[in-house]
T-cell receptor, first 116, second 112 residues
Framework: EAGVVQSPRYKIIEKKQPVAFWCNPI?????LYWYLQNLGQGPELLIR????????DSQLPKDRFSAERLKGVDSTLKIQPAELGDSAVYLC??????????????FGEGSRLTVL | ELKVEQNPLFLSMQEGKNYTIYCNYS?????LYWYRQDPGKSLESLFV?????AVKQEGRLMASLDTKARLSTLHITAAVHDLSATYFC????????????FGTGTRLQVTL
């Protein structure tokens, strides 16, 4: 069974340019997460979806970041415009769960963004 | 706000030695996860601990959870080079929109 698939794996852009990352979760997983991981640190949650609904986007910088999961399957995370401080790895994860308590998360390989 | 602290942040150990990584967290939770991350790779789930006193073992790794002390340990027995990686604990926060809060990670280097 395929795991969580993310693309692109690597992206280098100049500051102020837009960038988008795509994630396809494990088939049947209703919950999808976008995490940000800075070098040498643990992942930090940006947004969590249950099906199509964003149930926790409190950590998403909404002035420049946006995300969507239109059909409750794959998801896109966009940054516009990118800033130097956005250089990081953007991880997508999915889980199969119901209700409020999180279960085991399965992570994709991440999209490494470098902003010059 | 839930805070998760791991120590040590970096651990260099020789093959064959034993050691323990500690994960402390600041608020009530009864779910804790351990992940492994190799350089440039994603996070791989190691253990899911769902209740006080839970203990799980896989190969040379054993994880335990003490919810009263808000402490989890990851014990390494007779380390081998293949265990070199960064290990993260993650705690499930309580509330209506629970989420995992990760520790800063422990970078383990096992030398030959």
């Amino acid at each position: 069974e395929a795991g969580v698939v993310q693309s692109p794996r690597y992206k280098i852009i100049e500051k102020k340019q837009p960038v988008a990352f795509w994630c396809n979760p494990i088939s049947g997983h209703n919950t999808l997460y976008w995490y940000l991981q800075n070098l040498g640190q643990g992942p930090e949650l940006l947004i969590r979806y249950e099906n199509e609904e964003a149930v926790d986007d409190s950590q998403l910088p909404k002035d420049r970041f946006s995300a969507e999961r239109l059909k409750g399957v794959d998801s896109t995370l966009k940054i516009q415009p990118a800033e130097l401080g956005d250089s990081a790895v953007y991880l997508c994860a999915s889980s199969l769960e119901q209700g409020a308590t999180t279960g085991e998360l399965f992570f994709g390989e991440g999209s490494r963004l470098t902003v010059l | 706000e839930l805070k998760v602290e791991q120590n040590p942040l970096f651990l260099s150990m020789q093959e064959g030695k034993n050691y323990t990584i500690y994960c402390n967290y600041s608020t009530t939770s009864d779910r804790l996860y351990w992940y492994r991350q190799d350089p440039g790779k994603s996070l791989e789930s190691l253990f899911v601990l769902l209740s006080n006193g839970a203990v799980k073992q896989e190969g040379r790794l054993m994880a335990s959870l003490d919810t009263k002390a808000r402490l989890s340990t990851l014990h390494i027995t007779a380390a081998v080079h293949d265990l070199s990686a960064t290990y993260f604990c993650a705690v499930d926060g309580t509330g209506t929109a629970s989420k995992l809060t990760f520790g800063t990670g422990t970078r383990l280097q096992v030398t030959l």
